[in-house]
């Protein structure tokens, strides 16, 4: 079978026949790595003009210009979904980026809270990690990264007209599936947040509790870690609400 | 605040002052990583007695004897959900068997279809991942590794009264949330199968379809990677029929 054309993700606008020149490193990986050439496809997206088939119009030891010849998909809309989580330690964020990318999250924000352990966010980190999950999911757009913000900010900006699931450890959530169906889950637009690694501290479920956009839900009897309770609850929130419907 | 005792998954039986006898990987474990001595407490499973809260009653360099002291929590029955996958590279695989280990499948069953590029499954590395998985996420159980075969052999096997849950990435299938609500859910026992990366080839696609216990699946329009579809389909199963419901 032939292989699909590299997806790559462009910060330049697309029209056609309007040349878009790559930087270095995107060059590189095209004409080093893929050992691609003049003529050779590349699909394009920009998060805001879609997809485009393209072709290389020019290339040199550093640089590379693609031509985009015609549009194949339209651009989607960006989804309403928000990950807000406490940053983990390097591969499980990585991975936690990842996966949140392909289920088609469509912000991530980082949030820090008592326990959490990662001292700094690599914001750079994470947004390479997203773009690149982007691409390779066929994706037309890249979550949006929020930078790092302690809970009691992200709290106090959240929109109090915005469901947040919070995912409470200590059982004292609705079940998920369950709370989806709840009148608190007609909103347009929606955040779920995980807490880190050892959970929240009883006085931090304490004030998310006590807050009116804040649900409280549960993932099951088992004691999931970080990452995969932000994956188990996106998905099902997709599957439920978001676009894995017909 | 207190740490929870470790918690070692072993192969005896536990029974009130019955003496556990560890083998030398899990005493080194205990006696010099943990750095734990005699009196100390361990949680103990071993998939049939429950969970144990034992204390350490002799240590020496290489040996460690524990004795149960009360059950604390009964025997969880086995899930019923097998998940089939197409081995992956290493680190995918490892994830894979890690989450779905937290996320509460029964059985692991590797399945080798014509895209399939792990060329050898280490049925013991598996095993391991899965027993390592189970300790940390207090399952009173591990999932039963069924031994590698070939897509053709797993499928003659399948006992026909059991829904298989196909992913098929080629769009032909139904949402998932949505194939759940359908009779042919109303079976005490299911499986869901993942095909590699790359997919099914059309000609295993035509077979599985043309199977009366297949249900062909849709995950929503991204691309998944083949570890994400399996962890996404579990927890869609998890949270409709599994054991999330409260």
Known sequence: MSRPPPRLYVESDL?????????????????????????DKVALFNGRDGEWLARIAAASRKA?????????????????????????KKSAMDFLVEKATELGVGRLAP???????????NGERIAAQARE??????RTNVPEIVAAQP???????????????????????????DALGSPAAASPRHGILIGPEGGFTPKELATLAALPFV?????GPRILRAETAA???????????GDWQA
Do not use: M
């Open 215 to 219: 649900n409280l839900i549960d993932l």
């Open 133 to 138: 999950a982007a691409e390779q999911c066929e």
């Open 15 to 39: 029209r056609e026949s309007q040349g878009v020149e790559l930087d270095a490193k995107a060059a590189h990986y095209l004409l080093n790595v893929l050992r691609l050439g003049t003529g």
């Open 151 to 177: 809970l009691t900010a992200f709290l106090a900006d959240w929109p109090a007209d915005q469901p947040l699931w919070v995912a409470d450890e200590t059982g004292g959530g609705r079940a998920f599936a």
């Open 231 to 241: 994956l188990a609850s996106i998905t099902c929130w997709q599957a439920l609400l």
């Open 64 to 88: 590379c210009t693609l031509t985009p010849n015609r549009q194949t998909r339209p651009q989607e809309p960006a989804s309403p979904l928000t990950l807000a989580f406490a940053p983990l």
């Open 111 to 121: 949030v820090i809270t008592d326990r959490t352990e990662a001292a700094r966010v």
